[in-house]
């Protein structure tokens, strides 16, 4: 407002009242008006209230200053939300150990060739080389499931001396979970595959569980050159699991005893075609190899085996019998037949049919073994057993003495 009136009234002058000619009115006008304020002392009063003001603010705008200097000084926390406390806590929620073989959690948010570039919330970037990306060998860390925006555990392995940045491993911790994983196999005893990957004169290598085993040749069941047997998945049995040593020793031999083991006559297995040959097929169950001979592959005549099989063919086989001693295996697919013959012109209904098939076969070697240890008992009285008439066993009848039979009269076979 004082700016206004300073503005409004610049460049005004104001003569002596003594100098103009209204200065000087006649005694009876004198006399009779009222006198009038001059411009020039209006321009005073808004000037002095200008300055006023302005001193006024100056000394408001002091008044602040010190009042924040003072409580700068004597308070500074005071009034304001987010604490010392509160700005450690911050500090240690995104600090971390960055020591060799601490575990953090971070976000991969980028991947070359060579590896990829992970936020782990430090000052500067991690990064996970392709070989440490995963347990198996790979050339690109996509293979492995690492893309932009995984979230995954990682553990730090090393740092780059030239900008600070932290090394990071996942195999290390599949390598951990692997040995865990093999323990706990080895203490359920179970049957485990493992690809043969190469071999030395004592035995071969295995892999299981992304692991490094050895097999010595002494613990395979079969006569096997390393070189044979490279590529080929082999059933194996833990012996020995010692991480601290990185000792891995598997047993063949120990798990086909148990396959052999569970192999009963009449029982219905899932099978693969190794080889033909012209008196049968050779067919892998589980790890072992069972002869299906030409004569048990169907009730009707098969001239050509390759007709009605090929290497690698899944079939379902009947186990017809088992020499564990010698290790052979004899298998049927005939028995498995709803109709003769129905092997050569629909497989897949003797296939759908196996296990009832199979019940029935059963069966009746139950009611044929049943019957022979009957007709064995009508020949021995001390068991108080004897079929009756109908063909049920039951209590020794009077029909037999007895002191049973008298076998002196009975001529000989042969004479």
Known sequence: MASFVNHQFAGLRCPPLSSSPLSKPSSAASSKAPARPSFCSAAVIAGTYALTSAQRERQKLKEVFEEAYDRCRTGPMEGVAFTVEDFHAALEKYDFDSEIGTKVKGTVFKTDMNGALVDITAKSSAYLPVQEACIHKIKHVSEAGIYPGLVEEFVIIGEHNADDSLILSLRSIQYDLAWERCRQLQAEDVIVKGKVVGGNKGGVVAIV????????????????????????????????????????????????????????????????????????????????????????????????????????????????????????????????????????????????????????????????????????????????????????????????????????????AEE
């Open 209 to 412: 569980e992304g692991l490094r085993g050895f097999v010595p040749f002494s613990q395979i069941s079969a006569k096997s050159t390393a070189e044979e047997l490279i590529d080929k998945e082999l059933p194996l049995k833990f012996v020995e699991v010692d991480e601290e040593q990185s000792r891995l020793v598997l047993s063949n031999r120990k798990a086909m005893a148990d396959s052999q083991a569970q192999l009963g006559i009449g029982s219905v297995v899932l099978g693969t075609v190794q080889s033909l040959k012209p008196y049968g097929a050779f067919v892998d169950i589980g790890g072992i190899n069972g002869l299906l001979h030409v004569s048990q592959i169907s009730h009707d005549r098969v001239s050509d085996i390759s007709t009605v099989l090929q290497p690698g063919d899944t079939l379902k086989v009947m186990i017809l019998s088992h020499d564990r001693e010698r290790g052979r295996v004899s298998l049927s697919t005939k028995k498995l037949e709803p109709t003769p013959g129905d092997m050569i012109r629909n497989p897949k209904l003797v296939f759908e049919k196996a296990d009832e098939m199979a019940q029935i076969f059963r069966q009746r070697i139950a009611q044929a073994e049943a019957m022979a240890r009957a007709d064995m008992l009508r020949f021995q009285p001390e068991s108080g057993l004897t079929l009756n008439s109908e063909g049920i066993l039951g209590p020794l009848t009077s029909d037999l003495p007895a002191e049973g039979l008298d076998l002196s009269e009975i001529p000989p």
